[in-house]
């Protein structure tokens, strides 16, 4: 036996140095139940794997455990996948965790996963695929179990909301290897009866795998192939099929399917009744409206004294006509007025007048033109000389420019020959 | 709903008769119609009410299973509720 005596330490790092090296070790998958399960508030995950006859510490870092696709908790079983390694500190070997799945259902996990990524590609899931729920189906189509609690619970709730609804149920297998082609035939049936608006296709709780038939491809194209929309209500609240996804419209469970398939039939009742009210309401304002308008011009002096109107229309023209008269009258006399102003002025312009003050005016004869110059008349000419009381007929005895004397015998006053000019 | 051969008007559904009926509420207390088409509003709006209300007590509170019939086609009939233990 080797003497040498080592620290605690330096034998845990041996020993974890023989189990890290250890091929198998490096890369396991265990089958286990969980118990003892911690969530850390680091978010590590601490717990134990147990069976019958063993068991073994489990750590699951944070990093690893983000987005796994159920909740690890007690009781539940697993199977694990990472290495063994010893953790120095407290000298316990245990099982470093990188990957978990539910045990048996794990690979339907990946089934599930798969299959929606590959529907949801083909638009399968598509918002604009899908249906609009009708407000009130002539009748109901119902896809379940026939001994199910969600068939009870579904006529429960409809009858509630509308106690004469119209149910057309077929029932069927909810889970097992049955269950899908059942369910397809079911729609496919379902979407040839006459007056059918709507189907709810449900199922009540159960455990995961219980659910499968609603993960089924089938079943999934059966859905989307439906002419009439699909309610879906499998499950609990927190359960997600691939049903779901391609229904019309997904309700947490078969009574909320049944909520949003059958209406309210008081609701629908109040709502006509207040439509009705208010249509007498609309028109009889209207009515009101237009009769008080025809009121109005029934009221009217037009209608009600027509003689009055006409009397007044003729005082009206009788008042035009005397103010046109007026305003003639009062024109004459501005006229009036006018002219013999102008008058006047003509006079004091008249050749007339000039004559009145002493003036005389010169004329040749016969030719009448008015004798401005000497150079017009010649000696023995005969002229006219315009005065104010008539005229006298005189013959030129001699013309002389102005400023030459007078010659003998005539002795004309000069002032008078000067205004002759 | 079977449409008589040559009728070429179809029976709205309640969907369509209520929608229009909302319009015809809305147009009516509108009041920028005449006197005249309020009046055939009116009337029209009072149809649709008939309408949706005669569909609403169409339904009769049947309960029917679906069968298959012969060559695969549905077929119903009422169902029996007896064996439903809740």
């Known amino acids: 036996m080797n003497r040498e005596i080592l620290t605690v330490r330096a034998l845990t790092l041996y020993l974890k140095e023989v189990i890290d090296r250890d091929i198998i070790l490096s890369s396991i998958w265990v089958r286990g139940e969980i118990s003892n399960f911690k969530h850390h508030s680091s978010g590590h995950m601490y717990f134990t794997l147990k069976d019958e006859h063993a068991m073994i510490r489990a750590v699951m870092f944070k990093g690893r455990n983000q987005g796994m696709q159920f909740k690890p908790m007690d009781g539940i079983r697993v199977i694990a996948g990472g290495y063994v390694s010893i953790y120095e500190k407290d000298g316990q070997y245990q099982l470093y965790v990188q990957e978990m799945q539910p045990d048996g259902v794990g690979a339907l996990y990946l089934a599930f996963e798969q299959l929606k990524a590959k529907l949801g590609q083909e638009g399968l899931f598509d918002e604009t695929r899908k249906k609009p729920v009708p407000r009130l189906p002539r009748k109901v189509g119902v896809i379940t179990s026939r001994s199910g609690a969600a068939l009870h619970d579904i006529m429960r709730v409809a009858y509630r909301r509308f106690p004469k609804v119209n149910l057309v149920v077929r029932p069927v297998l909810v889970e097992g290897k049955e269950a899908p ?241 | 709903m079977k449409q008589v051969p040559g009728e070429t008007t179809k029976q709205p559904t309640f969907e369509e008769a209520m929608a229009r009926l909302e319009r015809v509420v809305r147009q009516l207390e509108s009041g920028e119609l005449s006197l005249d088409e309020s009046l055939k509003l009116f009337q029209e709006g009072m149809a649709l009410a008939r309408q949706c209300s005669g569909l609403l007590d169409e339904a009769e509170g049947r309960i029917e299973e679906l069968l298959e019939g012969a060559g695969g086609r549905p077929a119903l009939r009422p169902m029996d509720l007896g064996g439903e233990g809740a």
């Open chain 1, 181 to 421: 082609p059942q369910i397809v035939k079911a729609l496919e049936l379902m979407n040839q009866v006459e007056s059918v608006d709507v189907i709810i296709l449900a199922r009540g709780g159960g455990k995961y795998e219980d659910l499968w038939a609603f993960n089924d491809e089938k079943v999934a194209r059966a859905i989307f192939a439906c002419k009439i929309p699909v309610i879906t209500g499998i499950g609990h609240e927190t359960d997600f099929t691939i049903a779901d996804f391609v229904a019309d419209l997904r309700a947490p469970t078969p009574s909320a399917a049944a909520e949003r398939a059958v209406p309210n039939a008081e609701e629908l009742q109040s709502t006509l009744v207040a439509a009705t009210s208010r249509l007498r309401l609309g028109v009889r304002r209207k009515w009101e409206r237009e009769e008080a308008r025809l009121r109005g011009l029934l009221g009217s002096p037009a209608f009600t004294r027509p003689k009055n109107c006409i009397n007044q229309l003729r005082q009206r023209l009788d008042d035009l006509t005397r103010a046109l008269t007026l305003a003639g009258a009062r024109q004459v006399r501005a006229e009036r007025g006018r002219l013999a102003t102008l008058a006047g002025r003509l006079n004091a312009l008249s050749p007339l007048a000039v004559l009145a003050r002493g003036y005389s005016l010169v004329r040749d004869y016969p030719g009448g033109l008015v004798v401005r110059s000497i150079t017009q008349v010649f000696p023995g000419r005969q002229v006219e000389i315009l005065l104010q009381d008539g005229s006298m007929d005189c013959t030129v005895l001699e013309t002389r420019p102005a400023g030459v004397p007078v010659s003998e015998p005539f002795d004309v006053p000069s002032s008078e020959a000067e205004k002759g000019r």
